[in-house]
């Protein structure tokens, strides 16, 4: 077999098409996006596509799994919070062809609006999380995902971390193994979640998972590494190299399905290391299930539950090591590049107008949240995609027309899309007389320039219908649209003022293209 230097997210691209995989969806989003970007571009094996949000990706790909098809589903972990709805449906449904959800968490909030772990949402759901620790298990255990979810009847949940997502390997490239669909079989039962086939499935699905429980124990997927016992270490995903790099001669246990975890497993290793430690990122989540067993570990009070671990953290947290000194002299004096949107950009010249304005704007998740950085500081409320919409009727209804007559809501066509319609409906169901702009630069700008049903063509480069944001804001309910060109200041500024003081909703479209899209 050939070797090739892939990042994380390209390796389980690989990993998918290889494993005979038949359709993928996502919505873009760091640090998963290059995922479905690669099999569009090199494995044109697999029908993919960016869907208008996560939650309806997921449930594509669940369809595509119900009649047959190996699919894969990709997004964030804060993506995974609008899939959930049917994340806890289909684990009690379970599958028919192969169904594999990757979950890339952000240790770090370095694209993120939390640093959420998602091993908890696997638990939660009673679905299988496996947690490769470099590109090159990346790929395998996306294979694997497959195998076991067609095996134990069950969604099968991959997670990765940013590192792992963007970091390079040497990676085995093997072939695509033709999966036939597999037949599709009327059973209502298993696919209907009525609340009487819901409680036979859930007995169903406490089943499997101590066939797993098994399964972890048995497989390879967690393995022990046994050297010097004085000291043994539990450890996941990319903190397993770094306690590999700072602690050579510690014995290790390397946990590769993260859930079920292999209770005889971690038995074994505790009871024969005469001091335990748990090296994981973020929550204590291992940490706490070896201390429900009984055994002393040492782990979050050593290991910062905070921000992305480094070999230098760990170093210090484990040996004592302090990673100041081993800087060079000028690390510490390198200037500051804080994010600042283009020059040009047309989102620009709205916060240019909303600070002269001195309005309260209500923000939302896309390039322009650099709205709330100098120069502009023009952004008052941040939270989830689609919220700024919700928050602004949330605004008036607690503090009436005066707040109304002094506020905005600022959203991006993307996000529109995916989480912007509903709150959009519910302001004018509801009574509100709010503006909201809607910021068309006529891409998905913020994660790389992604097609959207805006932008009439697909993930694959095809043409395709393309959404016309004025009418949907008009289906909605709003009578008052505006379409401008943001350039035109002058003119935006008129007509925000004439918008902000009308005594029902508005919608105002300012529509350039991003200074970036050729």
């Known amino acids: 077999m050939s070797r ?49 949000n996560e939650k309806v990706a997921f449930e594509v790909v ?3 799994s119900v009649a047959g098809a190996r699919s894969l589903a990709a997004m964030k972990h804060v993506g995974l919070n609008v899939a959930a709805d049917p994340l806890f449906t289909f684990s009690y449904t379970g599958v028919n062809g192969g ?9 770090g909030a370095w694209s993120s609006q939390n640093e959420q772990d998602n091993r908890h949402m696997a638990r939660a759901a009673k679905i299988p999380m496996l947690e490769p620790s470099g590109p090159a298990e990346a790929k395998e255990f996306t294979k694997l995902a497959f195998e076991l979810s067609e095996k134990y009847d069950r969604p099968v949940m991959v997670r990765i971390t940013t590192r792992i997502a963007h970091s390079q390997e040497p990676v085995e490239i093997g072939e695509r193994v033709e ?22 499935r859930h007995v169903f699905v406490e089943e499997q998972i101590l066939k797993l429980k098994e399964y972890s124990t048995t497989s390879g997927l967690n ?29 290790v246990l390397k946990i590769g399905m993260v859930w079920p975890l292999p209770d005889e497993m971690i038995k074994e290793f505790a009871s024969q290391v005469e001091e335990l430690y748990v090296v994981e990122e973020l929550d204590s989540f291992i940490e706490d299930y070896v201390k429900s067993l009984g055994f002393k570990v040492k782990g979050k009070e050593v290991v910062p539950g905070c921000g992305e671990l480094t070999p230098e953290i760990v170093d210090k947290a484990l040996n004592g090591k302090d990673p100041e000194k081993a800087l060079p002299e000028y690390a510490g004096a390198l200037p500051g590049r804080p994010p600042g949107l283009c020059k040009g950009c047309p989102h620009a010249f709205v916060f240019n107008v909303l600070k002269k304005l001195d309005v309260v704007v209500n923000g939302d998740i896309g390039c ?27 605004f008036e209804k607690a503090r009436g027309d005066e707040m109304s007559r002094n506020s905005v809501a600022v959203i991006g066509d993307s996000t529109f899309i995916h989480s912007g319609i509903t ?11 709010g503006t909201v702009i809607i910021m068309d630069n006529r891409v998905t700008a913020m994660t790389g320039h992604q097609e959207n049903p805006a932008t009439g063509k697909t993930l694959m480069g095809e043409e395709t219908y393309e959404l016309d944001l004025e009418m949907m804001v008009k289906a909605c309910g709003v009578k008052r649209t505006v379409v401008i060109d943001p350039k035109n200041m002058e003119e935006l500024e008129k007509v ?13 479209i300012t529509k350039r293209k991003c200074i970036l899209k050729k």
């Open 179 to 200: 999966v036939p669909l597999k037949d599709f079989v009327r059973n209502p039962k298993k696919y209907v979640m009525i609340p009487a086939h819901a409680r036979l």
């Open 62 to 64: 669940a369809g595509a």
């Open 496 to 508: 925000l003022k004439e918008e902000i003081a009308a005594p029902e909703p508005s919608v105002i």
């Open 368 to 394: 322009y949240t650099l709205g709330v950085l100098p120069p502009y500081s023009s952004m008052h409320s941040q939270g989830c995609m689609g919220a700024s919409i919700g928050m602004h009727l949330g």
């Open 223 to 251: 393995r022990i590494e046994w050297r010097n016992k004085k000291r043994g270490i539990i450890t996941n995903g990319v903190a397993y190299q770094y306690v590999r790099e700072v602690c050579p001669d510690d014995s």
């Open 423 to 433: 709150p959009l409906i519910d302001m004018v169901y509801n009574k509100g007389t």
């Open 99 to 107: 169904m594999v959800i990757i979950n890339a968490d952000d240790p």
């Open 4 to 52: 090739e230097l892939m990042l994380g997210n390209e390796a389980i691209a690989r990993g998918a098409w290889e494993a005979g995989c038949h359709v993928a969806a996502a919505y873009p989003g760091t640090p998963s996006t290059e995922i479905l970007e690669t099999i569009a571009r090199d494995y044109r094996d697999i029908k993919a596509q960016w869907s208008p």
